[in-house]
């Protein structure tokens, strides 16, 4: 089945600065790669999500790049703001032509320092 | 509704009991999917279900757990003779179609097994 690897498992930045989480994933069938932010004790909400037909997408200060030879996507966050704390998950379609499974990584907590 | 409901939002049982775990999905979404989280851990996919029958349930660890969807809405997680190990946030997600189109979660039920 699909693996998915998420590197790295925390990060600390400066208010400001722009954050980067890398993930690789391993069945090459995969073709939908979602990004989630979970707060402590909240749902897991999509921020962001890519498709396998494209190699870029942004959405105001949030982009996401896929590299689908490597088999890696990330996620970059620029002018980090205190409320980007939380946790952020990747993930990657493991059922086909169907995306209704998703196989997560294991998080980067994400801390914002003011 | 406006959003997927997961009830309760906490439970606690004692080893070796009995538990049902309710999810009402957004009206009109086709698609559920059961996912369990551990803690520090992304979600594990569990079980998905396509109106009222189990499409995919490979991800359910073992035999003591069991899905229903008896009329393509309510489903519900049930865990016999809970384990220790079972501990963990049960999180419910629906989705339009199987493209995953609105994939939005729950807020989970938290479960712990003394």
């Known amino acids: 089945g699909e693996n998915v690897e998420q590197h790295p498992s925390t990060l600390s930045v400066q208010e400001g600065d722009s954050a980067v989480i890398k993930c690789t994933y391993s069945?090459?069938?995969?073709?939908?790669f979602p990004w989630y932010k979970q707060e402590l004790g909240k749902r897991p909400q999509l921020i962001i999500d890519i498709r396998s037909n494209v190699g870029e997408k942004k959405d105001q200060r949030i982009a996401v790049t896929l590299n689908k030879t490597a088999k890696h996507f990330s996620l970059h966050i620029t002018e980090t703001q205190p409320e980007d704390s939380a946790v952020y998950f990747c993930?990657?379609?493991?059922?086909?032509?169907?995306?209704?499974?998703?196989?997560f990584g294991k998080g980067t907590l994400l801390t914002v320092n003011p | 509704g406006a959003g997927v409901s997961q009830t309760p939002s906490n439970k606690v049982t004692e080893k070796g009991k009995y538990v049902e775990l309710r999810c009402d999905p957004i009206s009109g979404h086709t698609a559920l999917y059961w996912y369990r989280q551990s803690l520090g851990q992304g979600p594990e996919f569990l079980i998905y279900f396509q109106g009222t029958g189990a499409a995919d349930d490979s991800g359910l660890p073992n035999d003591r757990f069991f899905a229903v969807r008896p009329e393509g809405s309510v489903s519900t997680l049930k865990i016999q003779r809970t384990e220790r190990g079972d501990s963990a946030v049960y999180l419910c997600?629906?989705?339009?179609?199987?493209?995953?189109?609105?994939?939005?979660f729950g807020s989970g039920t938290r479960l712990t097994v003394v």
């Open positions: 993930a990657a379609s493991s059922s086909g032509g169907s995306n209704y499974k998703l196989t």
């Open positions: 069945d090459s069938a995969s073709n939908y």
């Open positions: 997600a629906s989705s339009l179609n199987l493209q995953g189109e609105g994939y939005t």
